[in-house]
């Protein structure tokens, strides 16, 4: 039976602040990273928590290992290193081939909390390593003996972004003074998109007229530091400044560099569209209340017609529209919190039927949740639609409830489905009655959005009156 590692909060804190940042270490030391746990007081029993493999190599372990359990037996050196508390190296069978592997002990705030391996293929009578390769496994037994001491990862680390540089990106090793003792080819060519070309090694950034306010930051504050470099106004290098420690004191830095200048330059473009998307929405939105206006203003000029009739049902038709629009205009992102359409729906149908010696009171119920604006323009009709119909034929003179004309909205949406319930206590369908037959405009607009644009269902049914039910679908159709 499996067993948990048992940790305290500050120290599991500290195990994810590793593997937020633990991606470097394996392509600093081209092999594959397990971070192990014990399961046990004595140490005989560990657990894989976590895994990393290399960008840089190729890895060990093609399956996923986390959660795999090991006995000391198994892994001696794993065991033996969280015996001793010290780094610990020698040699294991992986599958048929040899592996050279190193046990770091992992500390946190002096507490021995788990051990972190190393996993390399071992090569045997192989060339030697490049300046680059042996820069880079130097740094990485530097950060190694401060995981040992606990000084890696920073407590108060600025988790890395998908944005933030990898060592394949570009590589400065920095002194204690902050000159550049190692420059990779990568990061040569960063500088050189830079518009800098001359020799960085026994340089600072800032001699070589880069900006390094985040290195000063870094060095002052001994924890990594990451800042944008924006050169020429058209070449922008990410720089994420990670101090290296002995004994507490800085003794030198990595510096990754990575031009994000496409990224940003996209970013740009999608603000650019972003801001177009509302000014469309916006000038529609106007555009549709003029025409409502110019509607409005029309009908004044007509008698009590079924003509001016028809112009003030089609002025609320086209306001319900652009206030869809109008929030559109504030949020380029296409959802529409419906809730906050209803409140206006409600008052156009008040402002439309009350007068002096009639009251309807309106009340509305449940939430709608965000929905795309090809649903929620329509969905803005319909309801408009049922609102004034209710208003408009539930109430007759005749007809006036004892407890008061109300007319409830109800809303449920469950993530597949939307269900809206409009319901009134007023005199009820006539007899005979189908929704297929009606010779009413509105009722027909409303049946022909919601089957033929909206994909749904409706449903009329007398209960103390009238009420309208509407299914409407709201996730997409799965794929077979």
Known sequence: ?????????????HLQRLMATWGMLADLCFADLLLCVPTDAAGTRFMVYGQMRPSTSQTLYLEDLVGW???AGERPLVARAWALGEIVEGEIKVGGDRARVQCIPVRWKGELIAVLTREAPLVVGGRRPGELERIYVETFERLARMIVRGEFPHAVEDAPTTESPRVGDGVLSLDATGRVEYASPN???ALHRMGIYSNAVGLRLDELGVEETAIQ???FQAVPVTEEIERHGDVIVLLRCIPLLEAGEVSGALVLLRDVTDLRRRDRLLVSKDATIREVHHRVKNNLQTISSLLRLQGRRLPQTEARTALEEAGRRIRSMALVHEIL???PSQQVPFNEILDPLVRMAQDGVLTPDQAIAFSIEGDAGELPAELAT???VVLTELLQNAVEHA???????????????RLRNDGTELVVHVQDNGRGLPPGFSVEGTQSLGLSIVRGLVIGQLGGSMALHADGGTLVELRIPVAPPQSV
């Open 378 to 380: 329509p969905l803005a």
């Open 187 to 189: 990061a040569v060519n």
């Open 217 to 219: 930051k870094a060095f």
């Open 69 to 71: 359990e090991i006995e």
């Open 1 to 13: 039976m499996s067993t948990e590692p048992a940790l305290s909060d500050e120290a599991q804190a």
């Open 395 to 409: 109430f007759p003179d005749v007809h006036q409830p004892a407890g008061g004309a109300v007319v409830d909205l």
């Open 329 to 331: 205009s504030r949020d």
